[in-house]
């Protein structure tokens, strides 16, 4: 039997959580993967402003779904 994995985050800005992925296996790789992604934010209203550059989730976790069979 394999194990399910679901991992849940909130994107930067937002006030719930979503269901990013399932995956059957190791869900470690998949997290650090999606900790590494990174939005460009512009914080002036005229182009060409100060950019930041910030994690595109604030918040992740691993819910173990049980096995499949």
Not at 19 to 46: F, G, M, T
């Amino acid at each position: 039997m394999k194990q399910r994995y679901s991992i849940w985050g909130r994107e930067y800005g937002s006030d719930h959580d979503v269901e990013i992925v399932q995956v059957n296996s190791n869900p470690r790789d998949v997290v650090d993967a999606l900790i590494n992604k990174k939005l460009s934010v512009n914080h002036s209203a005229c182009p060409g402003g100060k950019k930041t550059k910030v994690r595109k989730y604030t918040y992740l976790r691993i819910v173990d779904n049980g096995e499949r069979g």
